[in-house]
Structures are given as C-alpha cells and as structure tokens.
Nanobody
C-alpha cells in the first residue's frame, strides 16, 4: 500500500518561512486529490490546503495569502510553501491523498485514505 512521507518541519521564528515536502513510497493513481492537514494536541485535524490533479488549489481562510500548495508531477511530490509564519501555525502537519478527481480544502480527514506520519512545525513568537 502506498504511504506518504513528509519532510521539512522545523522550528522557526514568527515571520519566517518553511517548505514542507510529501512524497509517496510507491506509485499513486494518475488522478489523485492531495491535501495538507495540521493538528495540535487536543484538537481535530484541519485541512489547510488542497490541490486537484489539474492544479486547482483551495485554502483555509487562516492560511490564505501566506501558504501555497503545489505538486510536481515529474517527481510525484507535494509541497507546502509556508510564509509569514505565525505562532498559531504551530502544529503537526500531515499530507493526505485520495484517488479521486474531486478535491477541495473543505473536505475533512475522513475523505482521504492515504496519510503520512506527519512533520512538526513550531513557530516561536
């Protein structure tokens, strides 16, 4: 079964930037919805960005204008560029995927059936 591996998490100061990467351990279907989620202890995992196979993106209001999701089809890698980081962006970040053409940030975690193990982002104020 395909698994996703996230990298790029780190500790940064507020206002800084990070780039998260997500790569599958095997091949993924040609039509796949991919997304980034984040979770802090005691709270529900929330979607922050999603991207369709065609490159259409959607974002949570809390990150709009600061985060950018992208996909490199040649490397089959998913990225999340995070700029102007805030203390409240501190969380474990997960990438998720589902072989389906329908894709939107409003979809909850139950929609996705392939997950990574997460990478920690810590922003100090």
């Amino acid at each position: 079964q395909v698994q996703l591996v996230e990298t790029g998490g780190d500790s940064v100061q507020a206002g800084g930037s990070l780039r998260l990467s997500c790569t599958p351990s095997g091949s993924t279907p040609s039509v796949t919805c991919m997304a980034w989620f984040r979770q802090i202890p005691g709270k529900q995992r929330e979607a922050v960005a999603a991207i369709t196979n065609g490159g259409t993106t959607s974002y949570a209001d809390s990150v709009k204008g600061r985060f950018a999701i992208s996909h490199d089809s040649a490397k089959n890698a998913l990225y999340l560029q995070m700029n102007i980081l805030k203390f409240e962006d501190t969380a474990m970040y997960y990438c998720a995927a589902r072989p389906n053409v329908y894709c939107n940030v409003r979809l909850g975690m139950s929609y996705y059936d392939i997950w990574g193990q997460g990478t920690q982002v810590t922003v100090s104020s």
